[in-house]
């Protein structure tokens, strides 16, 4: 079945400092990829997502980047923020038959001051 | 906004015990999900709904049943709670249409089973 591998685990960075997260994904026909970021306590949310006509989309400090042929994609966050200390959630989704979601295993994310 | 809304923030249920958590949305939207949500594992898909009366299996439907009466409800269904259920439940809920749009979460459920 479909499957989403999301690493690291944890990572820990200086604020000010960039951050990487890396997703695979199994399903081919896969064209959804959002990112959610949950805070201590609180629901995920979407941060940012990208498709799959598109190889990079970015957001002021965050950014994704997509690699189809190796079902690859990527959250990238510069000049990090004590804020962005949260887990961060990688998905897929295809909509050619089901709009299933499926994530990845999270990566808890420690900014330090 | 967009609300999901679990009936409940705080279960604590017997070994045993039916359980029902309930999740409504009020977006109109098709798709519904529950998650199970543990430390190290992410977000773990439990069952899917696309439509009403609808439902298709996630990765870990074991244990877990679903209901889905009306578009705007999903309901998980513990048929014999075990203390191995004992986690964080998240509903979720997006709409069908291309694009395809993000999903929305409700306040999570934390039920644990003694």
């Known amino acids: 079945g479909e499957n989403v591998e999301q690493h690291p685990s944890t990572l820990s960075v200086q604020e000010g400092d960039s951050a990487v997260i890396k997703c695979t994904y199994s399903?081919?026909?896969?064209?959804?990829f959002p990112w959610y970021k949950q805070e201590l306590g609180k629901r995920p949310q979407l941060i940012i997502d990208?498709?799959?006509?598109?190889g990079e989309k970015k957001d002021q400090r965050i950014a994704v980047t997509l690699n189809k042929t190796a079902k690859h994609f990527s959250l990238h966050i510069t000049e990090t923020q004590p804020e962005d200390s949260a887990v961060y959630f990688c998905?897929?989704?295809?909509?050619?038959?089901?709009?299933?979601?499926?994530f990845g295993s999270g990566t808890r994310l420690l900014v330090r001051p | 906004d967009v609300k999901v809304t679990q009936s409940s923030r705080y279960l604590v249920k017997r070994t045993g015990e039916k359980v029902f958590l309930e999740c409504v949305q009020d977006?109109?939207?098709?798709?519904m999900f529950w998650y199970r949500q543990d430390p190290g594992l992410g977000l773990r898909l439990i069952y899917f709904?696309?439509?009403?009366?609808?439902?298709e299996k996630g990765d870990i439907p074991e244990g877990y049943s679903v209901s889905r009466e009306k578009k705007e409800r999903f309901s998980l269904i513990l048929e014999s709670a075990s203390t191995n259920q004992t986690s964080m439940y998240l509903c979720?809920?997006?709409?069908?249409?291309?694009?395809?749009?993000?999903?929305?979460f409700g306040q999570g459920t934390r039920l644990t089973v003694v």
């Open positions: 977006m109109d939207h098709e798709n």
């Open positions: 979720a809920s997006s709409p069908n249409g291309a694009p395809i749009t993000e999903a929305f």
């Open positions: 998905a897929a989704s295809r909509t050619d038959s089901s709009y299933k979601l499926i």
């Open positions: 709904s696309y439509d009403v009366k609808m439902k």
């Open positions: 990208i498709r799959s006509n598109v």
């Open positions: 399903d081919s026909a896969s064209n959804y």
